[in-house]
């Protein structure tokens, strides 16, 4: 297992949270450090790589955006095209993320995950049929699963402890 070092992890902690919403939040991340900008993109990039960090992302808060009617939608898609067929739902504009599970039957035939995001339902609706429509023939069965909630975002949390 990789351990990070005491400046990777003050790098963690630092933006855990989020970055902050400034023209250039890396070089506000490393003033906070006493570190230069290029030290903590060169890090967290090294994390990236080494597998500690998965990704850096933007992670809004749809409700305060307008977009109330949030839809996971979900798909059974064909084995043989679900990987192709899924990029191209994962590239649409209006999809915020795609991803490809494995099935748990005979209860739940969904391989294919797509979250979409509308200020209504009849918007996530029409543009779930958007993605019926690329699937065609391909696609055994789908349905929508609404929130009724957001749930609490967060970044990464280190333990307090070095080890």
Excluded at 11 to 27: F, M, N, S, W
Excluded at 99 to 123: C, I, K, T
Aim: glycine share 6%.
């Amino acid at each position: 297992m990789t351990m990070l070092d005491p400046i990777d992890r003050r790098i963690v902690a630092a933006t855990g949270g989020g970055l902050p919403l400034v023209e250039r939040p890396y070089a506000q991340i490393a003033s906070e450090l006493e570190l230069t900008e290029d030290d903590v993109i060169s890090r967290l990039s090294a994390m990236q790589t080494q597998g500690i960090i998965r990704r850096i992302a933007l992670a809004p808060n749809h409700y305060r955006l307008g977009m109330t009617a949030n839809g996971m939608t979900v798909w059974d898609v064909d084995d043989a095209h679900v990987s192709d067929l899924g990029k191209r739902v994962g590239a649409l504009p209006f999809v915020t993320h795609c991803y490809r599970r494995p099935r748990a039957l005979p209860q739940w035939p969904y391989n294919l995950f797509a979250m979409v995001h509308g200020s209504d339902r009849s918007e996530v609706e029409a543009k779930r049929l958007e993605i019926a429509q690329l699937l065609s023939e391909f696609c055994r069965a789908n349905t929508v699963l609404y929130s009724t909630r957001i749930l609490k975002k967060t970044g990464l949390r280190l333990s307090q402890k070095e080890d």
